[in-house]
């Protein structure tokens, strides 16, 4: 794929996902990938494309934050032919899980838990 092609593909790619200004409160710009989603090559070339720099680094779990993440997440980890490990609110997973309390450049994240299996030497 060519520089030209590769900015045209992205180009598109963009296209499917939607701004919707001041959603869910005054400034806040959401990103909807409902369009993006629905289209399934679209949707493949977006997954392979998040899995891509990680092919040969010997992943064998992708870890992922719910909503989009579970979304996106879980077909990064087949195109990688690796687990997936879903990260979410304290309490929200009925098993044994870990916790850990994150930041972020937008500041303090709340803890989130994850079931992390015994077999994840190195995630992405």
Do not use: W
Not at 1 to 30: C, H, N, Q
Not at 71 to 86: D, K, M, N, R, T
Not at 87 to 108: A, E, F, H, I, Q
Request: net charge positive; aromatic share 4%; hydrophobic share 35%.
């Amino acid at each position: 794929m060519t520089t030209r092609d590769a900015v045209t593909e992205y180009e598109r790619l963009r296209s499917l996902i939607r701004d919707i200004p001041d959603y869910p409160k005054p400034g806040i710009v959401f990103k909807d990938i409902t369009p993006l989603l629905a289209d399934a090559a679209a949707l493949t070339q977006t997954t392979e494309a998040l899995a891509a720099p990680f092919r040969d680094l010997g992943v064998t779990h992708v870890v992922a934050i719910e909503s989009r993440g579970f979304i996106l997440g879980a077909p990064v980890a087949e195109h990688l032919h690796a687990g997936f490990i879903p990260v979410r609110k304290p309490g929200k997973l009925p098993s044994v899980t870990r916790r850990k309390s994150m930041s972020s450049n937008t500041g303090p994240t709340p803890s989130r838990s994850t079931p992390t299996p015994r077999t994840a030497r190195r995630a992405c």
